[in-house]
C-alpha cells in the first residue's frame, strides 16, 4: 500500500469549476507539501504545512486554497478552474530533520477544459 | 541565474556504460542535497540524499558532493535500459523555512 495516496489518479473537469484533490499518508511526517509540475517548468511548490495548524503559500498559490484536516490529510482545491491549471499534481511528506527527503504520492493528472 | 541548474540533455549513454549527471546550486549555505528519479508521468522517487563533501555510494549510484565549487553529482555504473528517466536534483537551504529548491531535471537515455 502506497505510504502517500492521492485521490483521484486522473480528473476532467471544465472551466469554472470547484474540484478538490485529496492526499492522506501514513508515514507519520508533520510536513506536507502540494507541487504542480508542466512540462519544462519542473517542480513548483503550491502549498506547504508543518502541522496541522501550520499553512503557507508557495511559489504558485493564487487560484488554490488548502485544507489540512488533521496530520494525515491535506486537501489542495481549485476553487474555478481555468485551463491553465491543467497539470500533474504532486502531495509531498517529509519529516522535519534538515537532511528529510520528500516523499511523493502517485499524483493526479488533472485536465481543465 | 536559477538557484538549482541542471543540464536538460537527452544525455545517451550505451548499456553498461557509466552515466554522470551534474546539478550546481547557487546558494553557498546550502546543506542537504537530493537526487529522485521520475518516469514519464509518474511521481520523483528517491535515489540518495547527501550532505557532506565527497562521496555516497549506495549499490550503483554514487552521489558526489563538492561544496567548495557548489556542485552535485550522480554517477549511474552499469548503466541500464530501465536506469531511463528524467533525473531531479533538489537542494536544501539552511534558511528560507529549509524548503527544497528543484533543478528541471536532466533526462537520461541508456541505450541497449
Known amino acids: 500500500d502506497a505510504d502517500v495516496t492521492q485521490t483521484p489518479r486522473n480528473r476532467i473537469t471544465k472551466t469554472g469549476k470547484r474540484i478538490m484533490l485529496e492526499c492522506s499518508q501514513t508515514k507519520g511526517h508533520d510536513r506536507m507539501y502540494w507541487y504542480r509540475q508542466d512540462p519544462g517548468l519542473g517542480l513548483r511548490l503550491i502549498y506547504y504545512?508543518?502541522?496541522?495548524?501550520?499553512?503557507n503559500k508557495g511559489e504558485i498559490s493564487d487560484g488554490y486554497s488548502v485544507s489540512r484536516q488533521a496530520q494525515a490529510k491535506f486537501s489542495l482545491s481549485l476553487e474555478s478552474a481555468i485551463p491553465n491549471q491543467t497539470a500533474l499534481y504532486f502531495c509531498a511528506t517529509s519529516a522535519g530533520q534538515k537532511n528529510s527527503p520528500l516523499h511523493f504520492g502517485n499524483g493526479t493528472r488533472l485536465t481543465v477544459t | 541565474q536559477k538557484e538549482v541548474e541542471q543540464n536538460s540533455g537527452p544525455l545517451s549513454v550505451p548499456e553498461g556504460a557509466i552515466a554522470s549527471l551534474n546539478c550546481t546550486y547557487s546558494d553557498r549555505g546550502s546543506q542537504s542535497f537530493f537526487w529522485y528519479r521520475q518516469y514519464s508521468g509518474k511521481s520523483p522517487e528517491l535515489i540518495m540524499f547527501i550532505y557532506s563533501n565527497g562521496d555516497k555510494e549506495d549499490g550503483r549510484f554514487t552521489a558526489q558532493l563538492n561544496k567548495a565549487s557548489q556542485y552535485v553529482s550522480l554517477l549511474i555504473r552499469d548503466s541500464q535500459p530501465s536506469d531511463s528517466a528524467t533525473y531531479l536534483c533538489a537542494v536544501r537551504n539552511a534558511g528560507n523555512n529549509r524548503k527544497l529548491i528543484w533543478g528541471l531535471g536532466t533526462s537520461l537515455a541508456v541505450n541497449p
Open positions: 504545512s508543518f502541522d496541522v495548524k501550520d499553512i
